[in-house]
């Protein structure tokens, strides 16, 4: 039996109609979560029309498998992997539209034996595929006081990631650490001070979360590989979570949509773009989008949410 799940989409409406749906198109949800997304693309797509929705949770996709619907396919993968399955589909240069919901899922952090949450007592694993890689607890064992520091200050931004990266290492010399409230309490007590409408352990959390996850390499070989699934004029649309995240999608967006900075003839023919600039010009950039004040009274958690997109071009 599946336990109940709830998870409220961010930017749901914005980032569907950012899409443009096409209703005999071919779509991918690449971040099925709870299924926000996919369930509202299916609403626009016609009998001829195609989702595949991929998760690299079970959880999600045993959620996924509930919905019965001839013009979905699941796949249990990460999304990195996803050319290597569009390519035996046939489908490089054929997909109209790929959203991206990065991070967790409120399904994922509400499950205290995930690991995620550093308010719920639970197993200090932080895996989103459970049967890959190794849980937090023990990465955090095994690594170097400098290694646990670097990955604080690099996924975390956190300024005492010195402080508590000593505290978790000698921590783990005396006792294992396993569970997350150990965690949180010994990030309480290595930090001299912290904001009281921000968790101290906050940071930490989504630094090792990021971490064990691979979640930055993961998003940097999807946007690479969106070059070569979106058929022209198909579209990307991504919903970052944190700056790491944004800055990642916002690069991409500039290095595929802009002409070099100093180019000699202006203004140049559509021939010339073609013939000189197709290895960079690539993508025409949409914008972005950040969700109303209503719809972050309503979920807090979407606060820091930011919606980019854009469309392939045909050169
Ligand atoms: C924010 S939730 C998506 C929520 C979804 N849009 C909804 O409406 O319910 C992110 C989901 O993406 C999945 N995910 C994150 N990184 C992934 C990756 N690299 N490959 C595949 N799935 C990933 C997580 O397991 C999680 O279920």
């Known amino acids: 039996?599946?336990?109940?799940?709830?998870?409220?989409?961010?930017?749901?409406?914005?980032?569907?109609?950012?899409?443009?749906i096409n209703p005999s198109g071919i779509y991918i949800d690449a971040t099925f979560g709870g299924g926000g997304h996919s369930k509202l693309i299916l609403s626009k797509l016609n009998n001829d029309g195609k989702l595949f929705s991929i998760d690299r949770d079970i959880e999600s996709i045993k959620i996924a498998s509930l919905i019965k619907d001839k013009r979905l396919h699941v796949i249990h993968s990460t999304f990195s992997l996803l050319k290597n399955y569009m390519k035996n589909y046939?489908?490089?240069?054929?997909?109209?539209?790929?959203?991206?919901?990065?991070?967790?899922?409120?399904?994922?952090?509400?499950?205290?034996?995930?690991?995620?949450?550093?308010?719920?007592?639970?197993?200090?694993?932080?895996?989103m595929d459970k049967n890959n890689g190794i849980p937090a607890f023990k990465w955090l064992y095994s690594a170097s006081e400098k290694k646990i520091c670097?990955?604080?200050?690099?996924?975390?931004?956190?300024?005492?990631?010195?402080?508590?990266?000593?505290k978790i290492f000698l921590q783990n010399k005396i006792k294992k650490i396993t569970?997350?409230?150990?965690?949180?309490?010994?990030?309480?007590?290595?930090?001299?001070?912290?904001?009281k409408y921000k968790h101290p352990a906050r940071r930490t959390f989504q630094a090792i979360r990021i971490f064990i996850n691979n979640e930055l390499e993961e998003l940097k070989i999807i946007l690479k590989n969106s070059l070569l699934l979106l058929a022209p004029y198909g579209?990307?649309?991504?919903?970052?979570?944190?700056?790491?995240?944004?800055?990642?999608?916002?690069?991409?967006?500039?290095?595929?949509?802009?002409?070099?900075?100093?180019?000699?003839?202006?203004?140049?023919?559509?021939?010339?773009?073609?013939?000189?600039?197709?290895?960079?010009?690539?993508?025409?950039?949409?914008?972005?989008?950040?969700?109303?004040?209503?719809?972050?009274?309503?979920?807090y958690r979407s606060r820091s949410a930011i919606l980019r997109s854009a469309e392939k071009l045909k050169i």
């Open 179 to 195: 569970r997350t409230n150990e965690l949180s309490k010994i990030i309480i007590n290595s930090i001299p001070c912290w904001n």
């Open 150 to 166: 670097w990955v604080l200050k690099n996924f975390g931004n956190e300024r005492f990631a010195k402080l508590i990266a000593r």
């Open 90 to 127: 046939n489908l490089l240069g054929k997909i109209n539209g790929i959203i991206l919901d990065l991070g967790v899922s409120s399904i994922q952090i509400d499950d205290s034996t995930r690991g995620f949450s550093f308010k719920k007592d639970g197993p200090l694993d932080c895996r």
């Open 235 to 299: 579209r990307i649309s991504i919903i970052s979570f944190h700056s790491l995240e944004d800055k990642i999608v916002k690069n991409f967006m500039i290095k595929y949509s802009q002409l070099p900075l100093f180019i000699k003839k202006l203004p140049l023919t559509e021939l010339e773009i073609k013939n000189n600039y197709k290895n960079i010009l690539k993508i025409k950039y949409l914008g972005k989008k950040k969700p109303s004040k209503k719809e972050i009274s309503i979920n």
């Open 1 to 20: 039996m599946l336990k109940n799940y709830n998870h409220n989409t961010v930017l749901l409406k914005e980032s569907i109609e950012s899409l443009n």
